[in-house]
T-cell receptor
Framework: EPEVTQTPSHQVTQMGQEVILRCVPI?????FYWYRQILGQKVEFLVS????????KSEIFDDQFSVERPDGSNFTLKIRSTKLEDSAMYFC?????????????FGPGTRLTVT | SQKIEQNSEALNIQEGKTATLTCNYT??????LQWYRQDPGRGPVFLLL?????KEKRKERLKVTFDTTLKQSLFHITASQPADSATYLC???????????FGDGTTLTVKP
């Protein structure tokens, strides 16, 4: 069964450093998302991406964040200068297009720890 | 502001019983409502989706109802098993493949 994959599974970085989280969505999907979940809290939407551009973003997704689909398979989230409060699980998700609605498939997540 | 509440943080039931989880929302008119399962340290796993014009959806031992007048969804697991122990999340969507807004989740423990 096709699945969303994410790398790395765990990333430790120092405050102020840049990180890139990588995702490979399901191959025939066209909508892509990043969510995050701070330990013990709810899953929060960050950004959605369709047709090579951001379709929606939340207040959390400020100028320190960016997304890119550099090729036909990868979808990345970059945090330019990490802060302690960026420590969280980051989930990538994708869904198909069509008459819909289509279910959203999540990856296993990347645990980001900022020290 | 939009608010999604899931009935309780934790629900404990005996194996074989039916688990019923509640999702209430305010200041929102979702086109779709989804239920996910999340195990510790893992990503949410899609279970069921129900549209605003549907009253009920079933999948094996799972059943979801959606009442847009009450602004409430009920999620039932019949003949529950210890393997059903997990956190269950409800999520609302306005439609058009937009973002999902999640509730806090209910942690279900099924005791043998």
């Amino acid at each position: 069964e096709p699945e969303v994959t994410q790398t790395p599974s765990h990333q430790v970085t120092q405050m102020g450093q840049e990180v890139i989280l990588r995702c490979v969505p399901i191959s025939n999907h066209l909508y892509f998302y990043w969510y995050r979940q701070i330990l013990g809290q709810k899953v929060e939407f960050l950004v959605s991406f369709y047709n090579n551009e951001i379709s929606e973003k939340s207040e959390i997704f400020d100028d320190q964040f960016s997304v890119e689909r550099p090729d036909g398979s990868n979808f990345t989230l970059k945090i330019r200068s990490t802060k302690l409060e960026d420590s969280a699980m980051y989930f990538c998700a994708s869904r198909n297009q069509g008459l819909g609605p289509y279910e959203q498939y999540f990856g296993p997540g990347t645990r980001l720890t900022v020290t | 502001s939009q608010k999604i509440e899931q009935n309780s943080e934790a629900l404990n039931i005996q194996e074989g019983k039916t688990a019923t989880l509640t999702c209430n929302y305010t200041n929102y008119s979702p086109a779709y409502l989804q239920w996910y399962r999340q195990d510790p340290g893992r990503g949410p796993v899609f279970l069921l989706l129900i549209r605003e014009n549907e009253k009920e959806k079933r999948k094996e031992r799972l059943k979801v109802t959606f009442d847009t007048t009450l602004k409430q969804s009920l999620f039932h697991i019949t003949a529950s098993q210890p393997a059903d122990s997990a956190t269950y999340l409800c999520a609302l969507e306005a439609g058009n493949a937009g973002k999902s807004t999640f509730g806090d989740g209910t942690t279900l423990t099924v005791k043998p």
